[in-house]
């Protein structure tokens, strides 16, 4: 009888180390399978427009083990890595073991004020909102000159003296975006008429009539005047109007 039962214990532990056995050669097998298969080889980015794709992979790309592809994919799963300036999102997939591909979610910034009271510039959406404030200069966004606004809150409208003022800087930084022709800055006079600069050109835009027409008109105006010094004359123009001035300084 006891024979027959250290036989039995001895077939149980006999099973359970093939068991055992088993697990740890498929662990071995797994381990092998991620350190071998899943290497970075390359890097798909989108929807960035502030950042450079290349700055993008290496935001994300940040430490010893990013060489590995599941590791960074399980890592923005599964970690909060922390904010990036200008970006509501990072996403991370895997088109196939050795691919990322990496979609970023940017703020949609239209305008920047310098606030000398904090040193910082504060970014504003096509809300009004302020998303991001930092001492950074991106050069595709404009500086907004010519108005006060001494201090903001973080995602909070622009506080602005006139709402009319920021309802109209608004609609025009949207239809600048639409027709992508944001300029380096824009720039408003003692009427609170908007000015805008492009390098050495100056496009004084007026009221908000015709304001879409304007800019339609500006869009094929500008690639036109590149090189020249002056001042583009919108101020008065009406959609029956065939002639543009252009005040040439070159």
């Known amino acids: 009888m006891m024979l027959r039962e250290q036989r039995k214990r001895k077939k149980r532990r006999k099973i359970w180390l093939i068991l055992f056995l088993s697990l740890l050669l ?26 450079s794709s290349e700055q993008i992979e290496n935001l994300v790309l940040n430490d010893e083990y990013s060489w590995n592809s599941l ?4 890592k923005y799963r599964l970690v909060d890595t922390g904010e990036v300036p200008f970006v509501d999102a990072v ?20 305008g920047s004020f310098y606030i000398s009271s904090i040193g910082q510039n504060a970014y504003f959406d096509k ?8 001492v950074e200069d991106i050069s595709d ?23 009319s003022l920021l309802t109209r800087l608004l609609g025009l930084t949207r ?6 022709l944001l300029p380096q800055e824009i720039s408003y006079d003692d009427k609170l008429q ?37 001042t583009l004359h919108l101020e008065t123009w009406t959609p029956d109007m065939r002639d543009i001035i252009f005040d040439d300084q070159s």
Not at 71 to 74: A, F
Not at 91 to 110: A, M, W
Not at 200 to 221: A, C, F, P
């Open 127 to 134: 809300d009004g909102f302020v998303v991001e404030t930092s």
């Open 26 to 51: 498929m662990l071995a097998i797994g381990v092998l399978v991620v350190w071998k298969v899943f290497t970075v080889e390359k890097v798909i980015v989108e929807g960035n427009e502030l950042y």
């Open 91 to 110: 996403e991370v997939s895997l088109s196939n073991p050795h691919t990322l591909r990496i979609r970023v979610y940017e703020k949609g910034i239209l």
């Open 194 to 230: 908007p000015i805008l600069i492009y390098d050495n050109i100056r496009v004084i835009v007026g009221s908000d009539t015709y304001l879409e027409q304007k800019i339609v008109r500006l869009s094929g105006i500008l690639p036109k005047l590149s090189g020249k010094t002056g």
């Open 175 to 180: 239809t600048l975006k639409k027709y992508e």
């Open 141 to 163: 966004v404009p500086k907004i000159t010519g108005v006060s606004c001494d201090s903001v809150v973080l995602y909070e409208r622009l506080p602005l003296s006139d709402d």
């Open 71 to 74: 590791y960074v994919n399980l």
